[in-house]
């Protein structure tokens, strides 16, 4: 293999032990107590107020400082075109596995970047209020693959992502309840010119389908300043899944209103082997056919070891 050959084929990532990217913490305080932590995390994704210190503080150091200079080059850009008025979001894409602990990473980031002078005001929202409702996906023949990319109102994401970008105001996103398993009608989360969004979802990477026309259309991807990716493997995946699938029998399951009351009074060995095959026949396939393949495109990788714990970051290079 000639010299040329090889180097295309090196890493475009950075590879930080966590030892080595806690050191990259500098001197941020840590602004969260144990009673913050635990209103943020999701069920069963137990996170401490080490990896907090270790991953997210080094890591929400440096988003305030790519922010930072974001909001400089708008600045100068404002000052070169003569406007007064406008302000563009940094926006920051979380993507990963169902399972992957996304939804505490948004929460933990959301928490830490709001105390950072440049940004005081962070708005979370995730891609399940853009999946299609269940009526749709039911009369499509696709329930079955709730949470695959064409189970999404992609055109629904684009546009309310492009009106954040453009600096609109009170720009609406719908919202999803995981007790209904459906989207809320006439329910919605209102997005008002954030320093940060942060977008979260399994999917968020994936580009869209060319058009045959040869239109130009936009990636989801095309609007995010920075996209982390969750990972871990498989095994690490399914495991999770199939605890908080049991743990929930005994909690959200057992709502009356709950999509998944069928599932609460499953014996034990019932309800992994349900769980374990909705894993297998469902989100590991969605995982190797679609979500996967986005890993190379995120800034910043976190690799997460057993109990949860992230154990390598890996850092796009500029």
Do not use: C
């Not at 109102?153 to 609406?172: E, I, P």
């Not at 995010?224 to 699938?245: G, H, K």
């Not at 998944?260 to 014996?267: E, G, I, K």
């Amino acid at each position: 293999m000639n010299r040329v050959a090889a180097q295309s084929l090196e890493s475009p990532f950075r590879r930080f032990t966590r030892d080595e990217w806690a050191q990259l913490r500098a001197d941020t305080q840590l602004t969260l107590t144990i009673d913050d932590l635990r209103k943020l995390q999701s069920t069963h994704d137990p996170i401490s107020l080490d990896e907090v210190v270790a991953i997210y503080l080094p890591l929400s150091r440096l988003l305030a400082l790519y922010v930072a200079a974001t909001q400089g080059l708008f600045k100068a850009t404002q000052r070169f075109l003569g406007a007064t008025d406008g302000k563009v979001p940094y926006i920051i894409g979380i993507a990963g596995s169902v399972a992957a602990g996304k939804s505490t990473t948004a929460r933990v980031l959301q928490a830490l970047l709001t105390r950072w002078p440049n940004t005081p005001k962070v708005q979370l929202v995730t891609t399940d209020g853009f999946l299609r409702p269940n009526a749709e996906l039911i009369r499509q023949g696709i329930m079955d693959r709730k949470g695959f990319p064409e189970s999404y109102d992609g055109t629904g994401v684009l546009r309310f992502l492009s009106a954040v970008k453009a600096g609109q105001h009170n720009v609406a996103a719908p919202v999803y309840s995981h007790i209904t398993y459906d989207i809320v009608k006439g329910e919605s989360v209102v997005v008002d010119r954030p320093d940060i969004l942060i977008f979260e979802g399994i999917n968020v990477l994936l580009p869209n389908r060319l058009p045959r026309d040869g239109k130009e259309i936009p990636f989801v991807s095309d609007f995010f300043d920075f996209a982390i990716f969750l990972d871990a493997d498989d095994a690490l995946l399914e495991q999770w899944y199939i605890q908080r699938f049991m743990s929930l029998r005994t909690t959200a399951f057992r709502d009356p209103r709950s999509y998944f009351r069928q599932y609460a009074d499953l014996d034990d060995v019932e309800a992994e082997a349900t769980a374990r095959s909705i894993w297998r026949r469902i989100n590991l396939v969605n995982l190797h056919e679609n979500i996967l393949p986005t890993r190379p495109r995120a800034d910043l990788l976190l690799t997460k070891g057993a109990s949860h714990r992230i154990e390598e970051v890996a850092l796009r290079k500029l």
